[in-house]
């Protein structure tokens, strides 16, 4: 599923500049500089998320770090910011000096699904970030074992029984997932948490423990090519390469506040992994920062890495980020809504 764009020629004129010399002291204020002028004047920023050291996360944060001073005369640092779920460092990101020399990498789901909660830790509104650029995306699906009942998106739409999904915990991405889906759907779903992590899930789902699990495709890839599980649908915007014979869930809409729904959903997924800068950073410093993720995504040592860590990376332009996020934004209250009691 990986993509690579085409540089545009923005993203050139961006690294022709990078080496220009700082102003002198008698120059204009930071205020007042174009953006290739600060970041010549400012040339260290920080990669930094709210994940642990050596997690998914924290993978993609290094790998983009040590690519921007590949191209491009920048230098970075890591900022691992853990805790609460993710929300500390989301909070501190949001929070901090809209300068530009902070790029925070998010999980979109978790993210958003923390605020359309009203989680009490919950400080940003996922609406007011300075959007980047997209690394990867994690579509999920809805993982059934390969003699289940259900053999068809049909048929776990039309259940009568109550569907079980075997789930890690409560409030993660996946437990509001396979509720939405059932909610959506308007099957009776039932979450059973306390699994640790995709084998036990599998396991699980093998024993006749629960029926199913919401998981993302790259987690149950394995699984479906092997042929001991089956995927009934996947919750993304549009149908990829190595994925079209799982249908999209919105295909499924069964009325048109559904497949607005839906699409919201999609969005959400298809931005899992996610740049951004802090809200208010200058417009020119916000299209420098995502002319270089762009030179990052077609960086053939970055792309080597991703590929021999056996990752994915699917690359989406800022402007593009912006524009899916904007139509969860416009769902938002429809969303919560269907999240209210979970």
């Given at each position: ?26 120059g204009?204020s ?92 919950v ?23 390969a003699?289940s ?108 506040d ?41 960086d ?8 021999e ?13 912006e ?20």
């Open positions: 599923m990986t993509r690579r764009k085409r540089t545009t020629l923005s993203a050139l004129a961006a690294i022709a500049v990078l080496g220009l010399s700082a102003c002198s002291s008698g204009p930071s205020e007042e500089m174009t953006a290739s002028e600060f970041y010549a004047a400012n040339s260290t920023i920080s990669v930094a998320g709210g994940h642990d050291a050596g997690s998914g996360f924290d993978f993609y944060m290094r790998a983009v770090a040590a690519s921007i001073e590949r191209v491009s005369e920048l230098s970075t640092t890591v900022e691992n910011i853990p805790g609460g779920g993710g929300l500390i460092g989301d909070n501190t990101i949001f929070t901090g000096d809209a300068d530009g020399l902070t790029v925070g990498l998010l999980n979109y789901p978790g993210h958003v699904f923390a605020q359309l909660t009203e989680n009490p830790s400080e940003f509104d996922f609406a007011e970030w300075e959007w980047l650029g997209r690394v990867a995306s994690g579509p999920p699906v809805i993982l059934v074992s003699d009942p259900y053999k068809t998106a049909e048929d776990l739409i039309a259940a009568e029984e109550t569907v079980t999904f075997g789930i890690e915990g409560a409030g993660s991405d996946a437990f509001y997932g396979a509720a939405l889906a059932a909610k959506t759907f308007g099957f009776p779903g039932e979450n059973v948490t306390g699994y640790e992590g995709t084998s036990d899930i599998t396991t699980a789902i093998l024993r006749g423990e629960v029926d199913a699990t919401f998981l993302s495709y790259g987690s149950a890839r394995e699984s479906i090519e092997t042929g001991e599980m089956r995927a009934l649908m996947i919750f993304d915007t549009e149908t990829r390469e190595g994925v079209e014979d799982i249908p999209l869930a919105v295909d499924f809409a069964l009325d048109a559904a497949e607005e729904t839906l699409t919201a959903f999609g969005n959400i997924y298809s931005l899992e992994r996610v740049f951004v800068a802090a809200p208010g950073t200058p417009a020119d410093r916000v299209e420098y920062l995502r002319d270089i993720l762009l030179l990052v995504f077609e053939p040592e970055f792309l080597a890495e991703i590929e860590a056996g990752r994915l990376t699917d690359p989406l332009p800022g402007a593009e980020v524009s899916a996020s904007n139509g969860v934004a416009e769902q938002a209250d429809v969303l919560s809504e269907l999240l209210a009691g979970l």
